[in-house]
């Protein structure tokens, strides 16, 4: 029975004193990661609130939506870049190497996938920027003919004659539409002021 005792006993010191001993070898990459961490977060803060106060003078109040897509997309490539350092700082090289990989052929993969989500964000970036194309305008497109109430960043939301309201994909909007009148020219003939977009 003391045998057993021990066994316990000299296998629980030598867990204790390894894992002293591996804790003591790698506080100081444990310290670095931390000091490093901590940096990240305040440049990555700096760097996207200027990268914010810089598409917020490029872009009106009323396109902030393209200007949170920017700092969020930025945002998640200098996280995903710090966490990979992070990895190399404390020794994972292998696995941050191995997950850069991974991670461009995850991308690959999710941007096929999402083919069309792309397509229509790309298209409401070109729809909020286009200065013929505004809340209020009279538009006909492919699927409806009506009034722009909303601009979204995936659709646009129209109110058809009828009063209802008609949500299209932006990517079907850009293709092809023509804007009939609007606020700014609500006075004007409608049949003379029709301008053709998603053609350039």
Do not use: C, H
């Not at 977060?41 to 700096?46: A, C, D, E, T």
């Not at 006909?140 to 994909?169: C, H, M, N």
């Amino acid at each position: 029975m003391s045998t057993v005792v021990r066994f316990l006993v000299d296998t629980t010191v030598r867990t204790i004193n390894e894992f002293a001993a591996g804790i003591q070898t790698a506080a100081p990459k444990l310290l670095t990661g931390v000091v490093f961490l901590l940096l990240a977060y305040v440049g990555i803060r700096l760097v996207t609130g200027v990268f914010r106060r810089t598409l917020g003078a490029i872009y009106p109040d009323e396109q902030g939506l393209i200007v949170d897509l920017g700092v969020t997309v930025a945002a998640v490539f200098l996280w995903f870049g710090a966490a990979l350092t992070l990895l190399e700082i404390l020794g994972m090289g292998e696995i941050a190497a191995s997950l850069g990989t991974a991670a461009g052929f995850v991308a690959l993969g999710v941007s096929y996938a999402l083919s069309n989500m792309i397509a229509d964000t790309v298209a409401g970036v070109y729809l909020l920027r286009d200065p013929d194309f505004n809340p209020g305008d009279e538009v006909k497109s492919d699927p409806v003919t009506g009034v722009v109430t909303a601009i979204e960043l995936r659709k646009t939301r129209f109110r058809d004659g009828e009063g209802r309201t008609v949500v299209v994909a932006n990517r079907d909007v850009e293709k092809k539409w023509t804007r009939l009148a609007g606020v700014d020219d609500a006075s004007d003939d409608p049949v003379s002021d029709v301008t053709d977009g998603g053609e350039g």
